[in-house]
């Protein structure tokens, strides 16, 4: 199953698919079939009837004399297959890239079972009975595979959770600090923390000042990132919209609303804390997790450490997952958009491997071993090659896009060999003060490195070391006449 997640070959029917199923036209009908008028996806809930019609039918096809019956029970599955797919596909274009590859294959087999079907229908109308069954048993195991793969994206993939659904279980009860009021800015959203949850603040032009949980309840969006629009904030990844006020989710896909905070203030700071009735449903659960908050916030806190803001590998986690994140969008997007995910995503890719190929490799060279080191500095060049060749391209041609999605399968797979070689080592090798003083060394590289891909510097710390200040001076000027309106 990881394979099915992490390979990218079928991604060009993903993003042909996405567009196409973004694109239809279904204004309000879109909500409805997500389900956020029930508060719950509706994909899981209508997907009941056609199954359990069709294995009804299964125990009628193995009684003798029930023909009849089990015809009219194949038939009503198909009609109710049709509204629990078109529900399907909508949930699904608004999943993150390795939940879409898995999706696509539930589709797949859901669809070869509906196919099956209609073929047992079709031979049960002209009487073929034995014919008919035989179809039905294959749509039942085809059915079947799909059910499995939609089992692992909701559960495994966590595909259609809720993704606040903690943040009861991480708040502490009580009022807490959230700093001075005077220093928000009015109608933009500022992220800060309490405890463990990241929660997103918003000064209102009337002076009202709002706290929601910050990561949105649909995928774990950063509503930080995101707009705030007529007193609601929406979010970056996907377009929820959450009322500030009270977490309302306004439009989906998000189905469930965003927990909201009470505010106060006292001699000018913010304080927020969560209404009592989380705590009091909190408390009425029987799960460990909740018995013991302080330790069920010590094993959710970052992989590494308790400090992820200085730790160098929640650092580079973080950037690998933006990186991630904007290869999909940059894929996905059109128009003005899809060059400025590009610039981003160049941009960032470009300081990334600079200040690793500057910090953490001469540290991996020693607790991975120099053959490892070198491997990962080789990979690092020929990317800083393909993203020197992208940047030349126009982003709306044909071969940026196939060789965007290649490049994307390279930069992923570097990635995970860093995460489980070199940050794993790292990780039980080196201690936290250790980490932290290379997370803050790779702070002050990242600020030095070039933004723009150098091919002659890729690859080498030496070469990062001497090349790379005097190329980051250019790109840096580059950049700046750039936002000035300059070619
Ligand atoms: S993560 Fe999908 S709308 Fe927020
Ligand atoms: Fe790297
Ligand atoms: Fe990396």
Redesign the pocket.
């Known amino acids: 199953m990881d394979r099915i997640e992490n390979s990218p070959r079928a991604d060009w029917a993903v993003v042909i698919l996405r567009r196409t199923v973004r694109g239809l036209p279904l204004g309000p009908v879109r909500d409805v079939l997500h389900g956020r008028w029930l508060g719950h996806p509706l994909h899981p809930l209508l997907v009941q009837f056609p199954i359990g019609v069709w294995l009804s039918a299964a125990v009628l096809d193995l009684l003798p004399g029930h023909h009849r019956a089990a015809r009219v029970l194949v038939g009503a599955g198909l009609a109710g297959a049709a509204p629990a797919a078109l529900s399907g596909w909508a949930d699904w274009a608004?999943l993150r890239r390795p939940q879409m590859r898995v999706g696509l294959l539930h589709a797949a087999a859901n669809i070869t079972g509906v196919a099956c079907y209609a073929n047992s229908f079709a031979a049960r109308c002209r009487g073929r009975h034995l014919r008919g069954e035989a179809w039905a048993f294959c749509g039942l195991a085809a059915i079947g595979v799909g059910g499995a793969l939609g089992g692992h994206l909701a559960y495994r993939q966590a595909a259609g959770a809720n993704?606040a659904e903690e943040v009861p279980a991480l708040v502490e009860p009580g009022w807490h600090d959230l700093g001075e009021v005077a220093d928000l800015p009015e109608d933009l959203p500022r992220q800060r923390q309490i405890g463990e949850i990241p929660v997103v603040i918003v000064r209102l032009s009337d002076g009202q000042v709002h706290v929601l949980s910050a990561?949105?309840?649909?995928?774990?969006?950063?509503?930080a990132e995101?707009a705030v629009i007529d007193s609601c904030v929406r979010?970056?990844?996907?377009?929820?919209t959450f009322r500030l006020s009270d977490g309302w989710n306004v439009t989906?896909?998000?189905t469930a609303p965003q927990p909201a905070f009470e505010t106060r203030t006292v001699e000018g700071r913010l304080e927020a804390r969560l209404p009592s009735r989380y705590h009091a449903s909190e408390r009425n659960r029987t799960s460990p997790a909740t018995t013991d908050t302080t330790s069920s916030s010590a094993t959710t806190s970052s992989r590494y450490s308790a400090d992820a803001e200085d730790d160098i590998l929640e650092q580079l986690i973080q950037q690998h997952e933006r990186i991630r994140r904007l290869l999909a969008e940059t894929l996905d997007a059109d128009g003005d958009a899809k060059q400025r995910f590009f610039d981003e995503l160049r941009g960032l890719l470009a300081v990334h491997e600079a200040a690793e190929e500057m910090i953490l490799r001469p540290v991996a060279k020693r607790v991975v071993g120099k053959e490892e080191a070198d491997a990962r500095n080789e990979e690092e060049s020929s990317a800083n090659e393909a993203l020197a060749e992208l940047e030349k391209l126009d982003v709306h041609s044909e071969e940026f896009n196939a060789r965007l999605i290649a490049f994307q399968e390279a930069v992923d797979d570097h990635a995970q060999h860093e995460e489980r070689e070199e940050f794993s080592a790292i990780g039980a090798r080196c201690d936290i003060d250790e980490r932290r003083s290379m997370g803050r060394r790779l702070r002050m590289a990242q600020r030095v490195a070039p933004t723009h891909p150098h091919p002659a510097a890729a690859g080498s710390t030496a070469a990062q070391w001497t090349i790379g200040p005097f190329a980051a001076l250019m790109d840096r000027a580059k950049d700046a006449f750039r936002s000035t309106g300059g070619p």
């Not at 979010?235 to 929820?240: D, L, R, V, Y």
């Open positions: 608004e993704h990561r949105c309840s649909h995928m774990g969006g950063p509503l995101g979010c970056p990844w996907h377009g929820s989906g896909p998000a």
